[in-house]
DNA sequence: GCTAGGCGACGTACGGTGTACGTAAGACGT
DNA sequence: ACGTCTTACGTACACCGTACGTCGCCTAGC
C-alpha cells in the first residue's frame, strides 16, 4: 500500500529470467519484424533497463538463438499414436509448417541461425525414430532425416521468392516486367502462378517424398 | 608520368559503379562474413567515400539485394544439351549447391532475403522449361518446381543445423550433452552421423525427388 | 577557348545500435 | 551487525546507416 504509493515504479522485485526477455523478444519480432528488434525495445518492453538483459543473455546473438530454440521448442512433435510411420513423418514436417504460420518472422530467425539445443535434438530424434519405424538405420536413416528436414525448411522459404515472382507476373499481363520471349514458360503458367495455393504445393512435395521414401522400403523390382 | 607523380592517389579517373560496389560486398562478405558487412568496409575496400556509394546504391538492403541477384545470375542454368530432362533437372538443382560451395556466406543472404530480379526469373523460367519438357503443364508444374526449388534451397541450411547437432554428438561419446535416455535413436545414429558425406545426402534426396517425379509421369498402377 | 550547367564524389552530422565497465542496492549466511 | 554475492542499473564509447550540403570535374553550346 505505502509501497504502492511511493511511486509508479513496480514495486514487487521484477524477476528478470532469460525466458522473459526470450518470450518479450518473440512478441517484439512478430509484431515489427526482425530487423526492428533491438536490445532497447526488448528492454523497454520489459519496463527495465538495457544492460539489465545481459545478466541473463550474453549476446544479442545469443537472444536471437534463443528466439530460435522457442520455437522449434513449439513444434509440435509428440507421436499421435498411430503406428504410422507415414502419418507421423507428414505430421512432423507439417508442424514446422503450422509454427512458420503461427510466428512467421520468428521463424526466419530459426532459419538464419542455426540452433544448438535441445529442442533440435528432440527434433532429430523424432525423425530418427520414424525413420527406424519405417525400418531405416543408420546412414540411409540420416539421408531420409536430412531429406524431409531439408524440404521442411525449404518450402518455408519458397513462399518468400515465389512470391515475389507472383507478384512480378501479377504487375499485368502485357506488361513488359517478364518479358514473353525469354520467359516464355513463366508467361503460359501466369495463371497457374497466379492462381497457386501455398498449402496444396507443400502437400504436393510432402506426398512425393513420403511416397517415394515408401517404394524405398519395398522396392518394386520393374522394369519398362 | 607527371600525374603519376602528383600523388599516390589514383589518377586515372575512378568509375565508381553498382557492379563493382556489388562485387566489393560479395567479396567482403565471403572474406568477413555478412554480419561484417557495412558500407564503410565497401568503401574502404574500394578505396572510396561512404557516401558516395549511395549515388548508385539507393540502400543497403538494395546492396544486399544484389548482391543475392549476384550470386542467383552466377547460377549455371544453361541447358547441357542432352534431352533429358532428369540430368537437366539434377543439374539445376546441383547449380544451387555449386553455387553455395563457391559463395558459402552469401548464399546466406539469398537464402534470407527475396529477391526480385532478372535472375529468379531466369531461374524460373529454366525450371518450368524443365516441368515442361517432363511433360508437366499448369499447376502441376509449379508445384514441381516448388518442390525441386524448397529441396535446394533447404538442403543448403541443412548443413548448419546438422552440422549443429554432429558437434553435439561428437563431444565425447560418453558425454551428457546428449542424454541416450532422451535421444536413444540420436546416441544410436551417432557414428552415422558422424560419417555422413553431405555430398552423399544431397545427392540422395536428389535422386528420391527426380525419381518420384519421374514416376509421376508415367504413373504405373501397382495394387498392393 | 570560354562559360553554364549538371553529375557524381565527398565531408559533416545525427540518431540509433550493441555492449564494456563501474556502481550501488537488496538478499543472505554467519 | 556485518561482509559477500547477486543483479539491476547508468554512463560511455565505438560503430552503424544515411540525410543533406558542398564542390570540383566533365561536357554542351557558343
Given at each position: 500500500?505505502?509501497?504502492?504509493?511511493?511511486?509508479?515504479?513496480?514495486?514487487v522485485r521484477l524477476v528478470l529470467t532469460r525466458e522473459r526477455i526470450v518470450h518479450a523478444a518473440v512478441e517484439l519480432i512478430e509484431r515489427h519484424g526482425v530487423d526492428a528488434l533491438?536490445?532497447?525495445?526488448v528492454a523497454a518492453e520489459l519496463g527495465v533497463a538495457v544492460m539489465s538483459l545481459y545478466n541473463h543473455v550474453s549476446n544479442k546473438?545469443?537472444?536471437?538463438?534463443?528466439?530460435?530454440?522457442?520455437?522449434?521448442?513449439?513444434?509440435?512433435?509428440?507421436?499421435?499414436?498411430?503406428?504410422?510411420?507415414?502419418?507421423?513423418?507428414?505430421?512432423?514436417?507439417?508442424?514446422?509448417?503450422?509454427?512458420?504460420?503461427?510466428?512467421?518472422?520468428?521463424?526466419?530467425?530459426?532459419?538464419?541461425?542455426?540452433?544448438?539445443?535441445?529442442?533440435?535434438?528432440?527434433?532429430?530424434?523424432?525423425s530418427l525414430a520414424l525413420a527406424a519405424e519405417a525400418g531405416f538405420r543408420g546412414a540411409t536413416a540420416v539421408r531420409i532425416v536430412h531429406t524431409l528436414m531439408a524440404y521442411a525448411v525449404g518450402s518455408q522459404?519458397?513462399?518468400?521468392?515465389?512470391?515475389?515472382?507472383?507478384?512480378?507476373?501479377?504487375?499485368?499481363?502485357g506488361m513488359a516486367r517478364v518479358d514473353p520471349a525469354r520467359f516464355p514458360h513463366v508467361v503460359a503458367s501466369a495463371s497457374a502462378l497466379l492462381a497457386h495455393d501455398p498449402e496444396a504445393d507443400f502437400e504436393f512435395g510432402?506426398?512425393?517424398?513420403?511416397?517415394?521414401?515408401?517404394?524405398?522400403?519395398?522396392?518394386?523390382?520393374q522394369s519398362t
Open positions: 500500500m505505502n509501497a504502492a504509493r511511493r511511486g509508479p515504479e513496480p514495486v533491438s536490445m532497447r525495445a546473438a545469443a537472444l536471437l538463438e534463443g528466439v530460435a530454440e522457442y520455437v522449434v521448442a513449439g513444434l509440435d512433435t509428440v507421436p499421435s499414436g498411430t503406428g504410422d510411420w507415414r502419418a507421423e513423418a507428414r505430421a512432423l514436417v507439417r508442424a514446422f509448417r503450422t509454427a512458420a504460420h503461427e510466428y512467421p518472422h520468428a521463424m526466419r530467425v530459426v532459419l538464419t541461425h542455426s540452433i544448438d539445443s535441445t529442442a533440435a535434438s528432440r527434433l532429430a530424434e523424432r522459404l519458397q513462399a518468400l521468392w515465389l512470391g515475389q515472382l507472383i507478384d512480378r507476373v501479377s504487375e499485368g499481363p510432402l506426398d512425393l517424398l513420403i511416397t517415394a521414401i515408401e517404394r524405398l522400403v519395398e522396392p518394386v523390382d
